[in-house]
């Protein structure tokens, strides 16, 4: 099998982004977005999801976090999309209920090709360090939309916001591991129609 990596590039007059992103990574990472609670929860994504991931960007935060966020999610969804190619021999399908002290988050993926976000998240705070917190759902419904991923993302036991964005982080993350992971049963796409 080929190596599954994106290299991205994305600029406008908000936002300056570089990013490469290895699917079959070890969970290595280098994150710099000017925002530090958005920067650990990438780096988590990528540890708890086994990927490579650099991403650089230069962005308006001085406005506020909006534009950095979600054009960081269109890059990344993009990459997710990029890397996958034909999704030839893909599990498709991930899944994950995962446990951050009090709080319990459940994440389904289909990589489907056709995207849909359903995230059901209740935060109590404005902001989490200098990440605002209703900015979450917009950063993965950027990715959803540009990485054609069908994503259901829930909170079932919510509580402190710190805990529940990290925990919808690496559900995500552990989530699309899975889907993304190739089973050698898999000859060509999962599915009837004969493309994702």
């Known amino acids: 099998m080929s190596e599954r990596i ?28 000017g925002i530090g609670f958005f920067n650990h929860m990438l780096e988590g994504f990528a540890k708890h999801g086994f990927f490579d991931l ?8 001085a406005v506020d976090c909006h534009h950095t966020v979600e054009d960081c999610g ?5 990459g997710i999309k990029n890397a996958l190619g034909d999704k030839k021999g893909i599990c498709r399908y991930g899944s994950c209920i995962l446990p951050m ?5 459940l994440c389904a993926i289909d990589l489907s ?5 359903n995230f059901e998240a ?7 360090g200098y990440l605002d917190t209703e900015m979450v759902r917009e950063f993965f419904y950027a990715i ?22 990290e925990a919808i982080f690496k559900s995500f993350a552990r ?22």
């Open 74 to 78: 269109i890059v990344l969804g993009t």
């Open 101 to 105: 002290d009090e709080v319990l988050v």
């Open 6 to 33: 994106a290299k991205l590039k994305r600029k406008t007059k908000e936002t300056d982004i570089e990013m490469s992103l290895q699917l079959d990574g070890t969970g290595k990472s280098t994150v710099n977005t």
């Open 144 to 165: 959803s939309y540009t990485a054609g991923m069908n994503l259901h993302i829930k909170v079932l036991n919510p509580g402190n916001n710190h805990h529940m964005i």
């Open 175 to 196: 989530a699309l591991d899975e889907a993304t992971s190739v089973d050698p049963r898999i000859q060509d796409v999962l599915s009837t129609k004969g493309s994702l």
């Open 54 to 61: 650099e991403i650089n960007c230069e962005g308006d935060i």
């Open 122 to 128: 209740e935060f109590t705070t404005d902001r989490v």
């Open 113 to 117: 090709g056709r995207p849909y976000l």
